[in-house]
């Protein structure tokens, strides 16, 4: 039988995204339209464990649908990867009320929402971060603005580049993931990107950059991920300006990317998806992150999500893989497969076309 819920929480974890709000909006609706309270946890697991929440009227989320940020604010909180720290998360929930939550971030977030789930307090995930780096979703929801911010934030790097004939290496957020950088290097026309997945050939960079200067471009744009390591995009703004002759200056895009006002993607993937984690919950489904695959909104198991993420990562062990039951294993080696094809397809096609 089902569990019957009366009350559920939501909370939002690790790095803000665009898109959260519009999430949490949709998540007090679904659920107050079935009859159901819901406790907003602040500043995630932390607002658990120091018992800081409040229930959410459907007005409580009105006009913030449009705002970057999390209303309920967001932590990265270390005392909660303790056992003592989700004892004392799941005591509040019992004095609380709370039946299960939803819970919105990364990887660490869904880590946690497992130890939640697995102590008592059924949970379940929407992945929201910048990073698009969450395997099982061909989408996370914050990743189209910040692509959005950084493509405005280029363009007005470019203009300035070409009047003073310079190059432009931009650092982008992302972890480690080279999403960002080659995406908006295709949307900006960037003459190199830099990422950690696909090894980068600087002396070709720099070739290119030297001939297309004697050929008369004026600006260069070099996207590089943050995932390159601590003072990569330096080096390689010293390097460039030191073999090409090109004045070369670095921007930091940083935490910039993160804020401001949700795309309409990311506002309608945020509100799908919220309305389906909270029916997921009271179909007694736990443990599971909300995907976007194919432009369908499912849900997978939290447990496929981290073994699937290890593989497209390459961290998963040979023992790992073979311990997989055959047919799931082939499905999730084709994915994996086709995900990283796709990355390179994209990284390719910038090439080509950065004459
Ligand atoms: O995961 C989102 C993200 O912005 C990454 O792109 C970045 O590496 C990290 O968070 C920065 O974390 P913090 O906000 O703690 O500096």
Not at 39 to 51: A, D, P, T, V
Not at 176 to 202: L, M, R
Not at 259 to 285: F, H, I, N
């Amino acid at each position: 039988m089902t569990k019957e819920f009366k009350r559920i929480g939501v909370l939002t974890s690790g790095g803000d995204a665009p898109g959260m709000n519009a999430a949490i909006r949709s998540v007090v609706r679904t659920a107050i339209s079935r009859g159901i309270e819901v406790m907003g946890i602040y500043c995630g697991y932390k607002g658990l464990i120091e018992n800081d929440m409040k229930l959410l009227t459907e007005r409580d989320v009105s006009n913030i649908l449009n705002h970057g940020g999390t209303m309920l604010y967001s932590d990265r909180c270390e005392k909660f990867k303790t056992p003592e720290g989700v004892a004392l998360g799941v005591e509040n929930c019992r004095k609380n009320g709370i039946d299960g939550i939803i819970t919105l971030g990364g990887d660490g977030t869904f880590r946690g929402a497992t130890d939640l789930t697995r102590s008592g307090v059924p949970c379940i995930g929407i992945p929201c971060t910048i990073d698009n780096d969450i395997s099982a979703t061909d989408y996370t929801i914050g990743y189209d603005t910040a692509k959005n911010t950084v493509v405005e934030m280029v363009d007005r790097l470019r203009d300035t580049c070409e009047s003073h004939a310079r190059c432009n290496v931009v650092e982008v957020m992302g972890r480690h993931s080279g999403y960002i950088p080659v995406e908006c290097g295709i949307a900006i026309g960037a003459t190199g990107i830099a990422i950690p997945e696909i090894p980068f050939d600087k002396d070709k960079l720099i070739n290119n950059i030297t001939t297309l200067s004697h050929n008369g471009k004026r600006n260069f744009i070099v996207m590089v991920s943050e995932g390159m390591g601590k003072g990569y995009s330096q080096q390689l703004t010293d390097e460039i300006q030191e073999k090409t002759g090109i004045e070369t200056r670095l921007a930091v895009l940083a935490h910039v990317q993160r804020g401001g006002s949700p795309s309409c993607t990311d506002r309608v993937t945020a509100t799908r998806m919220g309305y389906r984690a909270v029916e997921q919950l009271l179909e007694g489904k736990y443990n599971q992150v909300m995907c976007l695959k194919e432009g369908n909104i499912h849900a997978e198991e939290v447990e496929y999500a981290f073994t699937f993420d290890r593989i497209v990562k390459g961290k998963a062990t040979q023992e790992e893989i073979d311990a997989l039951e055959p047919t799931l294993r082939h499905e999730m080696l084709e994915r994996a497969a086709s995900k990283k094809d796709h990355l390179v397809r994209l990284y390719n096609l910038a090439g080509s076309v950065s004459l």
